[in-house]
Nanobody, 128 residues
Framework: QVQLVESGGGLVQAGGSLRLSCAASGRTFSSYAMGWFRQAPGKEREFVAAISWSGGSTYYADSVKGRFAISRDNANNTVYLQMNSLRPEDTAVYYC?????????????????????WGQGTQVTVSS
């Protein structure tokens, strides 16, 4: 059983940066692949970034590639999403998710239904 709590969201001007954190509780966090998703008003929840259990593989949506970076600190049970060069279209609620399938390929982590646990979300608003 895993509980996830996101933090670090807020209001930022276009071109600015934010770092989101996802703090996890649970004994097997280090074996879980982790992902970030986001959902804007009136839109479907969409994949943003994912990282393998080891941290050795990452995967990004085309819309954020080169601007966002996902990382993890297994010793502290925390996953991060560094967001740079933010744009108004990045405005959304950002959700952290955990996948307990230790065999999942990183490239498959775009699929929302791979994930077993979800955080409550944190709001990111980018002003123009």
């Amino acid at each position: 059983q895993v509980q996830l709590v996101e933090s670090g969201g807020g209001l930022v001007q276009a071109g600015g940066s934010l770092r989101l954190s996802c703090a996890a509780s649970g004994r097997t966090f280090s074996s879980y692949a982790m992902g970030w998703f986001r959902q804007a008003p009136g839109k479907e929840r969409e994949f943003v970034a994912a990282i393998s259990w080891s941290g050795g593989s990452t995967y990004y949506a085309d819309s954020v590639k080169g601007r966002f970076a996902i990382s993890r600190d297994n010793a502290n049970n925390t996953v991060y999403l560094q967001m740079n060069s933010l744009r108004p279209e990045d405005t959304a609620v950002y959700y952290c998710a955990a996948d307990s399938d230790s065999t999942v390929q990183t490239m498959c982590l775009w699929y929302i239904y791979e994930y077993d646990y979800w955080g409550q979300g944190t709001q990111v608003t980018v002003s123009s």
